[in-house]
């Protein structure tokens, strides 16, 4: 099985449960609970959307094809911010450090941007979508949800830019090594998370 | 500082083959084919729901829009739990870890879903 020859070629010399580092069960864990946390967001979201006489905003129209389009892109670029975390693993692993620290920082600019749009898209809604929303009569929950949960996960895009930012910094001052793999895999597993929600809710509550 | 993880090697076991996707080299092969995959799957989930934005002139039922977009979701995230996330290469206890989410989610939502049309 090529996971055991995996093991056997490169064997976890740190502390381990299930056969897997303790750093990355930790990360795992983590991540089925705050996974758990978006699918309470998503099915109160469908629960509140798909009420009878929700008289429900539909998002292509409110948010118009250029608000979807632009949402399109900040995907696009949070898809290519996690290609480029996967090459800073792959890198690391022939020992091309330097190939990766610039790979970090390539995730790093994807997810700063993704923010920048994503404040863009808020104060042009705020100021000028949601008040029309209100004024028509229509749900105001549908604010409420939209802002709870693209903000849930615009934190979580907030907290992956500090933590591999921290993480190119370790790889430029030397003290993250070719060697230290797992620590760049664990923090690719929770930047991946952050990609993987995002198709979620791009999805449910701009698509849809 | 944690070493060396079986994970990360078994995607790549061999750390100097696979790259050069496209004759582009410095970009690993398998990675790169999911991200042309992931965004041919964005592009069609946008044109879905408003064909006629692009010029086309065909027009989906909702219920063909609203089914779609859901597969085409699960096939996005399933793409980047198992080739980025690496689960294609994990232990089975870790992608049963990673199933509870899901099948919360379903259950959740089923659940918490108004069936009343």
């Keep these: ?208 | 500082m944690t070493t060396n993880d079986a994970t990360a090697a078994t995607t790549i076991k061999d750390p100097e083959g696979g790259w050069g996707w496209l004759g582009i080299k410095g970009l690993y092969t398998q990675y790169m084919w999911v991200w042309l995959g992931l965004l041919i799957f964005t592009a069609i989930e946008v044109v879905i729901p408003e064909p006629a934005t692009f010029g086309l002139s065909i027009t989906f039922s909702r219920l063909f829009v609203v089914v779609s977009l859901i597969l085409i979701a699960l096939v996005k995230t399933w793409m980047v739990a198992w080739y980025y996330m690496h689960l294609i290469a994990e232990r089975p206890a870790i992608i049963l870890v990673a199933c509870v989410p899901f099948i919360f989610s379903l259950f959740l939502t089923i659940g918490m879903f108004p069936w009343t049309f």
């Excluded at chain 1, 978006?38 to 129209?61: C, H, I, K, Q, V």
């Excluded at chain 1, 949800?145 to 430029?172: A, D, P, Q």
């Design chain 1, 1 to 208: 099985m090529a996971t055991h020859d995996a093991t056997v070629a490169f064997p976890n010399t740190g502390e381990e449960s299930l056969g897997v580092a303790n750093g990355k069960l930790g990360m795992w864990t983590f991540l089925v609970m705050d996974a758990m946390t978006f699918a309470g967001f998503l099915a109160g979201y469908a629960r509140l959307r798909w009420t009878d006489g929700s008289n429900w905003p539909m998002p292509l129209e409110t948010f118009g094809p250029v608000g979807i389009q632009l949402t399109a892109l900040n995907t696009f670029i949070l898809i290519c911010s996690s290609v480029s975390i996967v090459h800073v693993l792959a890198e690391q692993l022939r020992g091309n450090m330097v190939a990766a620290r610039k790979w970090m920082g390539v995730t790093v600019l994807g997810g700063l941007l993704f923010l920048g749009i994503q404040g863009f898209e808020w104060t042009h809604l705020i100021l000028d979508v949601f008040p029309a929303v209100i004024e028509n009569g229509l749900n105001p929950n549908f604010q409420g949800t939209f802002l709870g949960l693209t903000g849930f996960h615009g934190l979580h895009v907030s907290v992956g830019v500090i933590y591999n930012l921290i993480l190119y910094l370790g790889i430029r001052n030397g003290k993250i090594q070719a060697e230290d793999t797992s620590v760049i895999e664990i923090a690719g597993l929770y930047w991946h998370f952050v990609d993987l929600v995002w198709i979620l809710v791009f999805t449910f509550v701009y698509l849809i």
